[in-house]
């Protein structure tokens, strides 16, 4: 089978976070030769909670609901832990903060509108043509979960059109961050 069927085979799996896998995720730690503690539970329970993507700013504060002596430390080391074990992964929003998602769901990438600042995911299947692409003319395995591409959502894409906006200006407004 070829890496590219393999890839196809992957796809429509865009959000897959059963609780079962959150409840896993502290024995996988552990397995790993990590120190799994209660400070750390609070940031999985947050994560667990949270839909779509969350900041690590947006984390700390959830965390610091349910227990609010939580550090913003706990929480990065735990974010990178989570990461590391491949629970969890990061994307970057325009101003290049790291957006978290949260579930240990990956298979997406994101568009993101620099216009309006709204935010969609690319799922797999629609990348699909694109990450073939660079397979077969680079040979290179491109990471969809970090894929963030800029650009004008369609609401602002049509607004940008009628009021006189060229493609080529709004071309220039678009941008990759691999
Ligand atoms: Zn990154
Ligand atoms: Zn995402
Ligand atoms: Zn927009």
Redesign the pocket.
């Known amino acids: 089978m070829s890496r590219g069927a393999t890839a196809a085979a992957r796809t429509g799996s865009a959000h897959r976070a059963a609780p079962a896998d959150w409840a896993a995720i502290p024995e996988r730690i552990r397995r790993s030769g990590l120190r799994w503690t209660a400070r750390r539970q609070v940031v999985l329970d947050a994560l667990a909670a949270t839909r779509g993507h969350i900041t690590g700013s947006g984390l700390v504060a959830a965390c610091r609901a349910i227990d609010p002596a939580t550090t913003p430390s706990t929480v990065y080391r735990t974010l990178d832990v989570l990461e590391a074990i491949g629970a969890i992964a ?3 929003g325009l101003d290049g903060r ?1 957006e978290f998602h949260a579930g240990p769901a990956r298979d997406h990438g994101h568009l993101i509108c620099s216009a309006c600042g709204s935010e969609q995911e690319l799922a797999a299947p629609d990348a699909a043509v694109l990450l073939d692409a660079l397979r077969r003319e680079h040979g290179f395995e491109a990471s969809l979960e ?1 894929l963030s591409i800029s650009g004008r959502c369609a609401v602002c894409a049509a607004g940008a059109e009628s009021s006189g906006t060229s493609a080529a200006e709004a071309a220039d407004a678009s941008g990759l961050q691999p």
């Open positions: 990061h994307s970057h790291e970090h």
